[in-house]
Nanobody, 121 residues
Framework: QVQLVESGGGLVQPGGSLRLSCAAS????????MGWYRQAPGKQRELVAI???????NTGDSVKGRFTISRDNTKNTVYLQMISLKPEDTGVYYC???????????????WGQGTQVTVSS
C-alpha cells in the first residue's frame, strides 16, 4: 500500500510563512508528477501547484510569486514553501502523487490525508 504523509500545517499570522512536506512510502516503482491541492470551507478543491519528475512546475494564479513547489526524488518527498500568507489561503492542503506500483500496473493517483493551514491574526 502506498501512503502520502503530509506535515507542516498550522496556524500562522497574515504575512507569515509555512513549509509543507509530503513523503510517499510503500511499494511502488515510480512517482510521476506530485502536487498540492487545497480546499477551503464551502469551496471546491483547487490546484495549488504541481511538479514533474524532471522539475517542471505549474502554479495556480492565486499563489504565483508566493508559493514554491519543489521535490526531492531521492526521498520521494514534495515540498510547498508558502510566504506572504493571506487569510484566503486558509484551508486543508492535500498532497497528490501520480504513481506506478508495479511494472505491469497502470499509473494511479494517490492522495494524502490533508493538513490544515489557517491564516489568521
Amino acid at each position: 500500500q502506498v501512503q502520502l504523509v503530509e506535515s507542516g500545517g498550522g496556524l500562522v499570522q497574515p504575512g507569515g510563512s509555512l513549509r509543507l512536506s509530503c513523503a510517499a512510502s510503500g511499494s511502488l516503482i515510480r512517482i510521476n508528477a506530485m502536487g498540492w491541492y487545497r480546499q477551503a470551507p464551502g469551496k471546491q478543491r483547487e490546484l495549488v501547484a504541481i511538479i514533474t519528475t524532471g522539475g517542471t512546475t505549474n502554479t495556480g494564479d492565486s499563489v504565483k510569486g508566493r508559493f514554491t513547489i519543489s521535490r526531492d526524488n531521492t526521498k520521494n518527498t514534495v515540498y510547498l514553501q508558502m510566504i506572504s500568507l493571506k487569510p484566503e489561503d486558509t484551508g486543508v492542503y492535500y498532497c497528490n502523487a501520480d504513481i506506478r506500483r508495479y511494472a505491469w500496473s497502470r499509473d494511479e493517483s494517490v492522495w494524502g490525508q490533508g493538513t490544515q493551514v489557517t491564516v489568521s491574526s
